[in-house]
C-alpha cells in the first residue's frame, strides 16, 4: 500500500510549494465526504442494519500526509443523531472540528450536515476517527493514515507494503437498544457477539469462516501492520503465530524500537509493528489472534478474533504440486492469561520515546498545576418505584472521576465558553478527590457517586501533571484514559496507592512515552504530563463506552494566549444547532 495508500481521486483545492534546502515538500488540502447512511450488513449469520459512512463498514479509509489540511464534509442521512471525532488530532487552534457531541458541538441532526476543517500539524503515523455519540461507533469508525512530510523518511527501514488492522467489535443486537436498556434498567449492558478484525470475525466464530481477514505476504519482506482498536469495551491482547514484530510507533509517536512476541492495545490505541516475514516458504499458515485483557468484575465478550497470514508460494512450484493452502497445517499463537496484568504492566513499561534530535521528547521539566484524579465505578439511587438491577436492586451503576459522574450538557461546552453563556457548567471540579479513602484497599460502604457538569479552567501554556488513581470501588479495573486535544507524557506508573513522596522521585522525565491514550493500571495509578498549548475545550474520558455512558469522563478548558496563534477562532458558520 506504501504511498499508494493515498487516494488519487481526491479533489485538491490548494497546493503550496516551500522549497527548504532545495528539497520540494507540498502540503496540500484534501477534501473527503461522509454520508452517513443505514446499510443492511450480515456477520455470523446475522443481518441488520447498521449506521455506516458511506455504506461501508468499518468506515473508508482517511489519508494525509503531516502538514496538510483536511476538509470533511459529513452529512447525516439517518435517524440518529451523528457527530465524528478525528482521534489523537491535536486539533490546533481547530477546537470546533474535534467532533465529541455537546463538548465540542451539537450533533448533527437528521438531514444536516457539517465540513469538519483541521491541519494536521508536527504528527505522523497511524490514528482513527470514529463516531462520538452514545454507542454509534460501534460501527461508525475507520482508519486515519498519516505519512511523513514528502521526502521524510520514517526512522525504521522502509515496510515493501503497509496494511492497516483495526480491531473492533460485532453485537447481533442494536447497540443503542443494548446502552438504552443498561441505562434505564441500571445493569450492565448485554456484551458484544464478536471481535472483528477489519470489519471480519473469523474463522473460530460459527459461520464465519468466509469473512475471515487473510494478510498475504512474501518470503523475506517487511510488512507495517497499522493496528488500531475501535473495539467499544474491551483491552485486547494480540499475537501472530510463530513471528516476533517489531514495534515503532504508538498513537502516532515513533519510539524506541523493541521486540515483542505478543502486544496489549486499549481502546483508542494504535500501534504500528514490523512484521518481518520468514526468508522462506514454511509450507504453514498462521493465525493472527486477539482476545481480551479483563480485569473487571463484570461479564465481558470472552471470545477469540483471528485473521489468517498466509505466505506466497515461490514461483519455482509448478501449480499443479503447490500445497493446497487449506491443507497445510494452521499454527495458532498462545495468548497471556484474560487478567495477566502482570504482563500488561511489563508490555506498557517498555514503550519509551525516541527522545532524538530530530524526534524530541519534550516533556515538561516543571509543573505549574498539579491533579490527583481517582477513576472507578459507583452507584447512583434507583429512581422511586422503580426495581434497578445494579449492584443490588435499589443502585444503579455508575462511574466517576473524583466520585463526579459528569452530565452531559445540552448546549456544547465549548459554544458556552466562547459565548461567555450562564448555567451550562460550572468550574469547580475538584483538583483531589472530596473525600480521601485508602483507594486500592478494602472500599468504603457508600458508593454513591455525585453528578454535574464540571471543569478545570487552565491558563494558556500551563504545565499539567495529573496523577490517574484505579479504585476498588465495585472491583479495581484497567480503564483506558483519553485526552482530547493534546499528547501527554506518561511519566510513571504502579500498583496499590499513589505516594508522591515516594513515586514522584522514580518518574521518567527523559524518554517517557509520549501518547492520547493511556491505561490506568488495574489496583494501581498512571502519572501523566502535558503543557495546554491548545485553547478550548478538551473531553477526558475513559475510552470504554460503557463507563463514558456511566458518567466516567470530565473536560478542561484551556483559555486562550496573548498571541494571535493562541487564540480559538470564532466558530464556523455551519456549526451544528443543538
Not at 200 to 212: F, R, V
Not at 301 to 313: Q, R
Not at 333 to 344: E, G, V, W
Request: aromatic share 12%.
Amino acid at each position: 500500500m506504501g504511498a499508494s495508500l493515498l487516494p488519487s481521486s481526491l479533489a485538491i483545492l490548494c497546493v503550496w510549494f516551500l522549497f527548504p534546502a532545495g528539497l520540494a515538500v507540498a502540503s496540500i488540502t484534501r477534501h473527503y465526504k461522509f454520508d452517513i447512511k443505514m446499510q443492511n450488513v450480515t456477520r455470523l449469520c446475522h443481518t441488520k442494519s447498521i449506521i455506516t459512512v458511506n455504506g461501508q463498514f468499518p468506515g473508508p479509509r482517511i489519508v494525509a500526509r503531516e502538514g496538510d489540511r483536511l476538509i470533511i464534509k459529513v452529512v447525516n442521512h439517518v435517524p440518529n443523531n451523528i457527530s465524528i471525532h478525528w482521534h489523537g488530532i491535536r486539533q490546533l487552534q481547530s477546537g470546533w472540528a474535534d467532533g465529541p457531541a455537546y463538548i465540542t458541538q451539537c450533533p448533527i441532526q437528521t438531514g444536516q450536515s457539517y465540513v469538519y476543517n483541521f491541519t494536521i500539524t508536527g504528527q505522523r503515523g497511524t490514528l482513527f476517527w470514529h463516531a462520538h455519540i452514545s454507542w454509534i461507533r460501534a460501527t461508525v469508525y475507520g482508519p486515519l493514515v498519516i505519512f511523513p512530510k514528502r521526502g521524510v523518511p520514517y526512522p525504521f527501514p522502509k515496510p515493501h507494503k503497509e496494511v492497516p488492522i483495526i480491531f473492533g467489535e460485532w453485537f447481533n443486537a442494536d447497540t443503542e437498544a443494548i446502552i438504552n436498556q443498561s441505562l434505564q434498567t441500571g445493569a450492565g449492558p448485554n456484551v458484544s457477539d464478536a471481535y472483528t478484525i477489519n470489519g471480519l470475525p473469523g474463522p473460530l466464530y460459527n459461520c464465519s469462516a468466509k469473512d475471515t481477514f487473510k494478510l498475504k505476504v512474501k518470503p523475506g519482506k517487511t510488512y507495517l501492520l497499522r493496528l488500531i482498536n475501535a473495539a467499544l469495551n474491551d483491552e485486547l491482547f494480540f499475537s501472530i503465530a510463530n513471528h516476533s514484530v517489531t514495534v515503532v510507533d504508538v498513537d502516532a509517536i515513533y519510539i524506541k524500537p523493541f521486540q515483542t512476541d505478543i502486544l496489549l492495545i486499549t481502546p483508542g490505541q494504535t500501534t504500528n509493528i514490523l512484521l518481518k516475514a520468514k526468508p522462506s516458504y514454511p509450507n504453514a499458515t498462521f493465525l493472527m489472534s486477539a482476545r481480551p485483557y479483563a480485569t473487571g468484575q463484570g461479564t465481558f465478550d470472552n471470545s477469540t478474533v483471528a485473521g489468517i497470514l498466509e505466505y506466497e508460494a515461490p514461483a519455482k512450484f509448478p501449480r499443479s504440486s503447490t500445497v493446497s493452502i487449506k491443507k497445510l497445517p494452521l499454527m495458532k499463537p498462545t495468548l497471556p492469561a484474560l487478567n495477566d496484568t502482570a504482563f500488561a504492566f511489563n508490555y506498557t513499561t517498555r514503550l519509551r520515546s525516541l527522545a532524538n534530535a530530530q524526534f524530541p521528547a519534550n516533556v515538561p521539566q516543571t509543573v505549574d498545576k498539579r491533579f490527583f484524579f481517582t477513576v472507578g465505578l459507583g452507584t447512583n439511587p434507583c429512581p422511586k418505584n422503580q426495581t434497578c438491577q445494579g449492584p443490588n436492586n435499589s443502585t444503579k451503576f455508575a462511574a466517576s472521576v473524583n466520585n463526579f459522574s459528569f452530565i452531559l450538557p445540552s448546549t456544547a461546552l465549548l459554544q458556552a465558553h466562547f459565548f461567555r453563556q450562564n448555567g451550562v457548567y460550572t468550574t469547580d471540579f475538584p483538583s483531589t478527590p472530596l473525600i480521601k479513602f485508602n483507594y486500592t484497599g478494602t472500599p468504603p460502604n457508600n458508593t454513591s457517586v455525585m453528578n454535574g457538569t464540571k471543569v478545570v479552567v487552565l491558563p494558556f501554556n500551563t504545565t499539567v501533571e495529573l496523577v490517574m488513581q484505579d479504585t476498588s470501588i465495585l472491583g479495581a479495573e484497567s480503564h483506558p484514559l483519553h485526552l482530547h486535544g493534546f499528547n501527554f507524557f506518561v511519566v510513571g506508573q504502579g500498583f496499590g496507592n499513589y505516594d508522591p513522596s515516594k513515586d514522584r522521585k522514580n518518574f521518567n522525565l527523559i524518554d517517557p512515552v509520549e501518547r492520547n491514550t493511556v491505561g490506568v493500571p488495574s489496583g494501581g495509578w498512571v502519572a501523566i504530563r502535558f503543557r495546554a498549548d491548545n485553547p478550548g475545550v478538551w473531553f477526558m474520558h475513559c475510552h470504554f463506552e460503557v463507563h463514558i455512558s456511566w458518567g466516567l469522563k470530565m473536560a478542561w478548558i484551556v483559555l486562550d494566549g496573548n498571541l494571535p496563534n493562541q487564540k480559538l477562532p470564532p466558530p464556523p458558520a455551519d456549526l451544528p444547532k443543538c
